[in-house]
């Protein structure tokens, strides 16, 4: 029976399959949620000028983020609300910025989901995905060699399944598991062990990559055989620390395959 092995570096594993993290992982998480929380911010501040009210702390600390000279979002904490937090959980922190201006909480509500409607409307505009560096290759390589391939994200699955759509990545992955699929997100085990449900593998045979604290734990959790987390040269690593290994990008990691009946 053909077995295949995950290479980085000089540490090798057999697996059977990959669970990837979705924003930050497979697409690149400024170019979506950067411009998403910018559009969000931007509405929000409008609202409470309006009202005459400002930020309960700051715009910054509400996202778990840091802006640039010129206002636009720049970074982001990798443990902070805007990389891990729910759709529900950021109407929820929204809202209460809001309520905390005198704005009534069900209209403080309704307003968050109108400032979503119109920045998700900005994104189906212009699309902004792009898969990380050496991806598309590994992908292609893995599913050559047979390596289940799977999706576990804190975002919606229909949300998932449509921004890998736009970057052309859908059809590579047997399963694409949301947030919306199981009773607890990350740091907890659901989603890797639903993913895995799904596409028939234990996970002492799966390997897990995301770029947060969260993912790494996450994969504990389930007793995956490998965590690894990503993050590009420069940018901050610290939050991977429980990480088993830490790639700056996709051209580190390679797929052995071997047929023992050649």
């Known amino acids: 029976?053909?077995?295949?092995?995950?290479?980085?570096?000089?540490?090798?594993?057999?697996?059977?399959?990959?669970?990837?993290?979705?924003?930050?992982?497979?697409?690149?998480?400024?170019?979506?949620?950067?411009?998403?929380?910018?559009?969000?911010?931007?509405?929000?501040?409008?609202?409470?000028?309006?009202?005459?009210?400002?930020?309960?702390?700051?715009?910054?600390?509400?996202?778990?983020?840091?802006?640039?000279?010129?206002?636009?979002?720049?970074?982001?904490?990798?443990?902070?609300?805007?990389?891990?937090?729910?759709?529900?959980?950021?109407?929820g922190l929204l809202a209460w910025q809001l309520y905390g201006a005198g704005i009534p909480w069900h209209e403080s509500v309704?307003?968050?989901?109108?400032?979503?409607?119109?920045?998700?409307?900005?994104?189906?505009?212009?699309?902004?995905?792009?898969?990380?560096?050496?991806?598309?290759?590994?992908?292609?390589?893995?599913?050559?060699a047979g390596i289940k391939l799977a999706v576990a994200t804190s975002d919606t699955t229909a949300s998932a399944v449509k921004h890998l759509r736009w970057a052309g990545l859908d059809l590579f992955f047997d399963c694409i598991t949301g947030r919306d699929l199981v009773q607890e997100g990350k740091p907890a085990p659901d989603l890797t062990l639903e993913a895995c449900r799904r596409i028939g593998v234990e996970t002492r045979h799966t390997i897990v990559i995301?770029?947060?604290?969260?993912?790494?734990e996450m994969a504990r959790r389930a007793g995956a055989a490998l965590c690894i987390g990503i993050a590009p040269i420069g940018m901050p690593r610290k939050h991977l620390q429980s990480a088993d290994l830490i790639i700056a990008d996709y051209n580190e990691v390679k797929i052995m395959f071997d047929d023992p009946s050649d």
Not at 122 to 134: A, F, I, K, S, T
């Open 110 to 144: 309704d307003a968050v989901r109108s400032f979503v409607s119109a920045a998700e409307e900005h994104l189906e505009r212009d699309r902004p995905v792009r898969p990380l560096p050496g991806l598309p290759r590994l992908l292609q390589e893995a599913r050559e």
């Open 1 to 91: 029976m053909p077995y295949v092995t995950v290479t980085v570096g000089e540490q090798a594993i057999e697996c059977e399959a990959i669970v990837f993290d979705k924003d930050g992982t497979l697409l690149d998480f400024m170019e979506l949620w950067g411009r998403w929380a910018d559009d969000m911010l931007k509405q929000a501040e409008e609202k409470l000028n309006a009202v005459g009210g400002d930020w309960t702390g700051s715009a910054e600390k509400t996202f778990g983020v840091k802006r640039g000279p010129d206002g636009r979002i720049a970074d982001y904490d990798r443990s902070g609300p805007l990389a891990l937090a729910t759709a529900e959980e950021m109407t």
């Open 210 to 216: 995301g770029d947060g604290g969260a993912d790494m």
